[in-house]
């Protein structure tokens, strides 16, 4: 069975009580499916992260208004999602997955057929590994800019240029992934091998403008400081700082790899050359 907003839906079909006594499998307080006896429910929101109106116009269909007691209502609805769906588990499976209960197992399922499973290595995915994983950067580093000077014209006075240029990385994820990665990890407390990750102390200067390093508070915040801190990074990120002036006081564990692999080729390469013909 498909939902769109599946907590909302099953609250106000069973009620508070009844729903409680479902199987619920939530993920960061967000309900992915639930189980009632032998049936399955989905919620097609954790594939689709947008209104049933604008997945409908996106189907050529037309959401109805809201009218609860509208048998016409309730099947528009209803049949959005069954299309949607429907057509999402069409296209996973021709890339040779299986549709899951969100976006990101669907992809898993589909990057796994794509490798038959040849770089699924769970140890390696610890803890203490999982303390260098970051999302990517956001931030306003100066809070206005202006067109730089090219020139002065006869009274002296500066001319500016009338373009201010902006620029973007197309598709930050997916052209990260394509870079190598450590096919195993050993212990490295030099940090000699090519690739890795290392707990360290290390001294930032105060100088920079821009600290090069994430780091997360007892809080879970992210912050950029400079001085002295400890933590978990890569061994690009780490040698990114120290080509800044960074200095690494002390080294208290380190894992890495000579041995290099790239994982995500195939399914970059597919996905991306498939949105390009979209």
């Not at 099947?75 to 999602?81: G, L, P």
Request: net charge neutral; charged share 25%; glycine share 8%.
């Amino acid at each position: 069975v498909i939902c769109h907003n599946l907590e909302y839906d099953l609250v106000n079909e069973f009620g508070i009580d009844n729903y409680s006594q479902m199987g619920l499998n939530y993920l960061k307080g967000r309900l992915i499916s639930a189980k009632l006896g032998n049936i399955t429910i989905l919620d097609s929101f954790n594939h689709f992260r947008m209104s049933l109106a604008e997945i409908g116009k996106s189907l050529g269909l037309t959401k109805l208004n809201f009218d609860i007691n509208n048998k016409e209502y309730v099947t528009m609805d209803a049949w959005i999602c069954l299309q949607v769906m429907t057509q999402a588990r069409d296209y996973i499976a021709s890339l040779g997955g299986r549709i899951g209960t969100t976006s990101g197992s669907s992809a898993m399922s589909v990057w796994r057929y794509m490798t038959d499973d040849e770089f699924v290595t769970g140890p390696y995915d610890t803890p203490w590994a999982r303390r260098g994983y970051y999302g990517g950067r956001v931030e306003i580093f100066r809070p206005h800019t202006e067109c730089p000077i090219i020139g002065y014209d006869n009274l002296g006075e500066p001319e500016r240029a009338k373009d201010i240029r902006g620029f973007d990385i197309n598709s930050m994820y997916p052209f990260v992934m394509m870079n190598d990665f450590p096919e195993y990890m050993m212990e490295d407390k030099k940090l000699e091998k090519d690739q890795g990750m290392a707990e360290v102390t290390l001294a930032i200067p105060t100088s920079l403008y821009v600290a090069p390093l994430v780091w997360r508070t007892d809080k879970g915040a992210l912050w950029y400081p400079v001085g002295v801190i400890t933590g978990v990074w890569t061994y690009n990120e780490i040698r990114y700082a120290e080509s800044l002036g960074a200095k690494i006081l002390k080294v208290h564990r380190a894992f890495g790899c000579n041995s290099l692999v790239r994982p995500f080729d195939k399914f970059i390469t597919t996905l991306y050359d498939k949105r390009k013909q979209s």
